[in-house]
């Protein structure tokens, strides 16, 4: 069962756009939700997060909204440009005791590609 | 500081072949884990490490071993390969299980035919 859900598969955004990227989560017991981004050939790196205490956390182009109630957070890019063009996936991290402390569940990722 | 390093970066195998992918951190970090990236499926959790010589199962461990015998390493074994297994490995680590930035390693492009 997939505890993290990501959409859209694939995104073009025209430089200059806002690209979106939604995901939802089925666990309740996540305390944590980083997005990482992965360029061609490379391993994912942690680009932005955020806590359920937080409705939303901003990191200069980057932006996180998180709906505790809804179950949902997404990753807003403001003023996409050629250079964010990459794998962007979101993730959520397991907080019940047991061998799921700690784990991280990812979506299946989101290519998006920014047309200059 | 190297981070995580892999090696091989590219590895060809035949079925039935075995053989390990090795994984190293110098950060000092106890949590270390493997991950598989197929296209469309994300990353899926193989195996993970909390500390020296303690290991346990991630969503996809069949076919696949590990050992920490060292904080720094973390190695991955192929016990027999199987076309199933071609994927990007990649390896990463945190200071703690409770950490919250998580390194990767560059990744391992295994072929099985």
């Known amino acids: 069962q997939q505890q993290v859900k990501q959409s859209p598969q694939s995104l073009i955004v025209q430089k200059g756009g806002i690209s979106i990227i939604n995901c939802a989560y089925e666990?309740?017991?996540?305390?944590?939700f980083p997005w990482y981004q992965q360029f061609p050939g490379k391993g994912p790196a942690l680009l932005i997060a955020?806590?359920?205490?937080?409705s939303e956390k901003k990191e200069g182009r980057f932006t996180i909204s998180f709906n505790k109630s809804a179950k949902q957070f997404s990753l807003h890019i403001m003023d996409s440009q050629p250079g964010d063009s990459a794998t962007y996936f979101c993730a959520a991290r397991g907080a019940d005791r047991g061998s799921t402390l700690g784990r991280l569940y990812f979506g299946r990722g989101t290519q998006l590609t920014v047309w200059p | 500081n190297a981070g995580v390093t892999q090696t091989p970066k590219f590895q060809v195998l035949k079925t039935g072949q075995s053989m390990t992918l090795q994984c190293a951190q110098d950060m000092n970090h106890e949590y270390m884990s493997w991950y598989r990236q197929d296209p469309g499926m994300g990353l899926r959790l193989i195996h993970y490490s909390v500390g020296a010589g303690i290991t346990d199962q991630g969503e996809v461990p069949n076919g696949y071993n590990v050992s920490r015998s060292t904080t720094e390493d973390f190695p991955l074994r192929l016990l027999s390969a199987a076309p199933s297994q071609t994927s990007v490995y990649f390896c990463a680590s945190r200071r703690a299980r409770r950490s919250y930035e998580q390194y990767f390693g560059p990744g391992t492009r295994l072929t099985v035919t």
């Open positions: 666990n309740t017991a996540f305390d944590y």
């Open positions: 955020i806590r359920p205490d937080v």
